[in-house]
């Protein structure tokens, strides 16, 4: 295989890669950053720095993970640079109306509301665990954290939501 | 043995959690097996929940519902002229910005495609447009480099084509169309966008007089396909 042939194949490879897992990006920086432009902007910018440093992924069976990793950093640089105020959910919740809605069952919708609403603290780990599926030291290792630490975010977020949405008895809450 | 307390704590981190620990305090509990039970059929629904589809940008123009508390036709009117200004922001230059901004910087990343002057076998081409079903038939220009690329998430065709005005950067975005054409000038290139019967193509250039007219001899010269 000449340099060229290489080159395509990577270029294939790398464009299979982004084909298959840009829904799950894209999904996932939606929850992180709750705003349908900035989910773009991060995967976009996130797949333009993953092409760069393509080489340096030795196991693309990690391309999930390596590409999540990507995205999480890209959307810190991007929180920091635009300075996002995400204090007022309830505008947020307005604003993205349509990708909370789930009007084949009510029970979804409140629980995305409920999800959309938790501390990104909590609503990070339950994504990473639940959509993506991850262990817990899966999602240490990709939020630098203590295994630990993941295991107490991931019970909160739970409590909360069964709080929220009236399923927690009174003591537990 | 483990507690309930401790049971909890780590079913309500971990609701699929099944070792030895687990079980046996799921046999001799069944308030605790029962609760693990909820945390599962309550993880079933988390899951239903998170599996969203965020809509792209461009269809993101569904207006937001009335707000009941601003009766006065004043503040009627003033949320009009507002949400007029919102959605042309959203609608019109976000999206435009945003495909302006992709190109020059897919085009800045490599710099190398430039320097290429010797024109391309029809082989090379073939194996560039042949994936999207594309060919280029004579008229265009002399191509003197041809990928594929990610762009927008996608991998789609990035050429140079050598033109009597210069070369310019051809990028074919069968993937994403666009009402109509989008003119932009950034970083020292001029570039445009404009409605191709598949999608849309870009085409890029560092003083090329006439782009337009540049861009639409290309279109012309790609076979589309069916």
């Known amino acids: 295989m000449n340099r060229g042939d290489g080159e395509t194949d990577r270029r294939r490879r790398f464009g299979d890669l982004c084909e298959s897992l840009r829904p799950d990006l894209l999904r996932f920086a939606w929850w992180l950053g709750r705003d349908r432009g900035l989910a773009e902007d991060v995967v976009q910018e996130s797949m333009l720095r993953a092409w760069k440093s393509f080489g340096a992924l030795a196991d693309e069976r990690k391309a999930k993970a390596w590409l999540l990793t990507i995205v999480r950093r ?100 | 043995m483990m507690t309930c307390l401790e049971f909890r704590r780590r079913v309500g981190a971990e609701p699929f959690a099944a070792d030895a620990a687990i079980e046996a305090h799921r046999l001799e509990c069944a308030p605790c097996a029962r609760h693990q039970d909820e945390l599962r059929a309550m993880d079933g629904l988390i899951q239903r929940a998170l599996e969203v589809n965020p809509p792209p940008r461009e269809s993101a123009a569904a207006p937001a519902p009335p707000r009941a508390w601003r009766p006065r036709l004043f503040a009627l009117a003033a949320s009009l002229v507002v949400g007029v200004a919102v959605a042309v922001v959203v609608i019109v230059v976000a999206p435009r910005a945003a495909i302006a901004r992709e190109v020059v910087s897919h085009v800045q990343h490599e710099p190398g495609s430039l320097a290429a002057t010797q024109p391309l076998p029809p082989g090379a081409l073939h194996e560039v447009l042949g994936p999207d079903g594309l060919r280029l038939r004579r008229g265009a220009g002399d191509v003197t480099y041809a990928m594929r690329c990610p762009f927008d998430g996608r991998i789609v065709p990035h050429l140079v084509v050598q033109r009597p005005e210069g070369p310019v950067t051809v990028l074919i975005l069968s993937h994403r169309s666009i009402a109509k054409p989008i003119r932009f000038e950034q970083q020292g290139f001029a570039g445009v966008v404009l409605p191709a019967p598949r999608g849309s193509i870009a085409v890029v250039g560092q003083d090329v007089a006439d782009l337009d007219a540049v861009a639409q001899q290309v279109i012309d010269a790609v076979d589309w396909g069916k």
């Open chain 1, 74 to 173: 890209e959307f810190a640089r991007s929180f920091e640079k635009k300075r996002l105020e995400l204090s007022d959910v309830d505008a947020l919740v307005a604003a993205e109306s349509a990708v909370l809605a789930a009007p084949e069952d009510e029970r979804v919708g409140q629980m995305r509301e409920e999800i959309f609403r938790l501390d990104a603290d909590y609503r990070e780990p339950l994504v990473l665990q639940v959509l993506m599926g991850y262990s817990t030291q899966e999602i240490a290792d990709m939020m630098g954290m203590q295994q630990g630490a993941v295991l107490t975010r991931l019970f909160r977020a739970r409590a909360r939501l069964r709080q929220q949405l009236g399923l927690a008895p009174e003591h537990e809450a």
